[in-house]
């Protein structure tokens, strides 16, 4: 018998592409470069989707999606990394920090300023 998914009605299931570990909080990110704009918008195959206007090349876009993961989650860009998938679209991202997950989700999904 399965156990059941999630928390009580004061927590709430963190989404599919967060996860905690005992370094950080993972992020799994499917990134869109060369867009009109930088921006997170949405979440695609389970991954959280980002809009980076950086061209692909050179690791332009790589270097954009850190920079903006960085400013929205309000860390330095140093205790994030790229942990996978350098040259694709699907990425993954450490985030070096001690905030607890559902803060990380927060600050992500909050409206834009």
Do not use: F, Y
Request: aromatic content about 0%; glycine content about 10%.
């Amino acid at each position: 018998m399965k156990a059941k998914q999630g928390g009580d009605s004061r927590t709430s299931p963190l989404p599919a592409w967060l996860r905690s570990r005992g370094d950080g909080v993972v992020l799994e990110v499917h990134v869109q470069p060369g867009a009109r704009r930088t921006a997170i918008v949405g979440e695609h195959d389970g991954r959280l989707k980002v809009a980076v206007s950086a061209p692909p090349l050179d690791g332009r876009a790589n270097v954009a999606l850190v920079e903006m993961l960085s400013e929205c989650l309000g860390l330095p860009q140093r205790v994030l990394t790229l942990e996978a998938g350098a040259t694709g679209r699907n990425k993954r991202v450490l985030a070096a920090t001690a905030l607890p997950p559902e803060e990380l989700v927060r600050r992500l999904l909050r409206p834009p300023k």
